[in-house]
C-alpha cells in the first residue's frame, strides 16, 4: 500500500511569506505526527494529532506555526511570516497506535518530507 | 545536555568489517527504543526495534542496557549499502507520543 506522502517536496518562500505544508497519512492510521529536520541533526518534534484531536503541541517553535488535522486523515502544517531560520526539512510521521496501547509507542512511518527555503 | 547523544562519526570501513555504534538517553522512565537509517535527502526508516533482553536482525544486533541508560547497535560483515547516518531514537517521555531523535553515526562502508 501507499506510504506516507508530503507536499510540496521542495518550497521556496521569501522571508515573511506564508507557506502551508501538507501530509497524507498512511490510510488508517490514527497517530500523525510533524517533525522539523535541520541540516546535520535528527529530526526535532513538533506537534502530534491522534485523530482530529492536536494532542501534544509543544514542539512547535512560536505562535508562527500552526497545524491542523481537521478530519484525523489529511494534516496541514501552516508557518506564518516565514524567518530564515525556519529553512530545513520538515517531515511527516504516522503510526497504527491501537488504543488500548499503554505507555512507549509504536513504530512511526516517515514521509519523503518538504525542503523549505527561505530566503 | 541531550536527551538523545551519539557519536556522529563518520565511522570509515572496509566491506566485511564489524562495526558498533552506542547511544545514551537522559530519562531513566523511558520505555521504547528504535534504530531508524536515513539515507542522505531520504527519510528515516526504521531498522529495527531495540528490546530489553537484546535484539538480532540479520547482520545487525541491538542491545539496550537500562542500568546505563546504554543502547548499541552492531553491523556485521558491513556492505557497501550500509552506508549512511545510523539514528538512535527514543520514546524519552513516555506520557508523550513524540521520539527524540539523536543526531546520527554516519558510516562510510569504503571497497
Known amino acids: 500500500g501507499a506510504g506516507v506522502s508530503q507536499s510540496p517536496r521542495y518550497k521556496v518562500a521569501k522571508r515573511g511569506q506564508d507557506v502551508a505544508l501538507r501530509c497524507d497519512p498512511i490510510?488508517?492510521?490514527?497517530?500523525l505526527f510533524w517533525y522539523q529536520q535541520a541540516l546535520g541533526q535528527g529530526p526535532e518534534f513538533l506537534t502530534y494529532?491522534?485523530?482530529?484531536?492536536?494532542?501534544?503541541k509543544s514542539g512547535l517553535p512560536s505562535d508562527r506555526f500552526f497545524a491542523e488535522r481537521p478530519e484525523g486523515s489529511v494534516s496541514t502544517l501552516k508557518i506564518q511570516r516565514t524567518q530564515q531560520e525556519d529553512s530545513a526539512v520538515y517531515l511527516c510521521?504516522?503510526?497504527?497506535?491501537?488504543?488500548?496501547?499503554?505507555?512507549?509507542?509504536?513504530?512511526?512511518?516517515f514521509g519523503p518530507g518538504t525542503r523549505l527555503t527561505v530566503l | 545536555r541531550k536527551e538523545v547523544e551519539q557519536d556522529p562519526g563518520p565511522f570509515n570501513v572496509p566491506e566485511g568489517a564489524t562495526v558498533a555504534f552506542n547511544c545514551t538517553y537522559s530519562?531513566?522512565?523511558?520505555?521504547?527504543f528504535f534504530w531508524y537509517r536515513q539515507d542522505c535527502r531520504k527519510e528515516p526508516k526504521l531498522l529495527m526495534s531495540?528490546?530489553?533482553s537484546g535484539n538480532e536482525d540479520g547482520r545487525f544486533t541491538a542491545q539496550l542496557n537500562r542500568a546505563s541508560q546504554y543502547i548499541s547497535l552492531l553491523i556485521r560483515d558491513s556492505k557497501l549499502s550500509d552506508s549512511a547516518t545510523y539514528l538512535c531514537?527514543?520514546?524519552?517521555?513516555?506520557?508523550?507520543?513524540?521520539?527524540?531523535f539523536g543526531s546520527g553515526t554516519r558510516l562510510q562502508v569504503q571497497p
Open positions: 531495540v528490546y530489553s
Open positions: 494529532f491522534q485523530n482530529e484531536a492536536q494532542l501534544d
Open positions: 530519562n531513566s522512565a523511558s520505555q521504547s
Open positions: 510521521a504516522s503510526s497504527f497506535q491501537p488504543p488500548v496501547l499503554a505507555g512507549g509507542t509504536d513504530t512511526q512511518y
Open positions: 490510510s488508517g492510521h490514527v497517530s
Open positions: 531514537v527514543v520514546n524519552i517521555h513516555p506520557g508523550r507520543r513524540a521520539l527524540t
